[in-house]
């Protein structure tokens, strides 16, 4: 075993990789929302009500921060965007988090001191 690997290190790499793979799903989930409304796609139709189903908890709390433009079907929908660049900045915080939790080793932290 490496001395100067924590143990702690894997789990704080899989708890990275967790948080990437649900921003990764959520991000595509989003797009999906924002591309249908954009191309006016069928609110009735299965996959679309599927989609807007599933991703309408995720934009509800950004819902009344900017209005809709609309034109001739199609929905540009600022409110999808704002969720997508809020979750991003958010797992962005987590993985930081998780990352500072690492257990580094005293020249470690003395390079990373003088770098900041």
Request: aromatic share 14%; glycine share 6%; hydrophobic share 50%.
């Amino acid at each position: 075993m490496d001395p100067y690997v924590a143990p702690s290190t894997k789990p704080l790499y899989r708890g990275t990789q967790i948080v990437w793979y649900i921003l990764g799903v959520l991000e595509i989930l989003l797009a999906f929302r924002f591309v249908l409304k954009l191309l006016g796609a069928n609110a009735s139709a299965g996959f679309t009500n599927f989609i807007y189903t599933l991703s309408y908890p995720f934009t509800l709390p950004f819902s009344s921060v900017f209005g809709v433009s609309q034109v001739s079907g199609s929905i540009f929908e600022w409110t999808t965007l704002l969720a997508m660049a809020v979750y991003w900045l958010v797992a962005l915080g987590l993985i930081k988090i998780l990352t500072m939790s690492k257990a580094v080793t005293t020249p470690e932290a003395a390079v990373k001191l003088d770098n900041q």
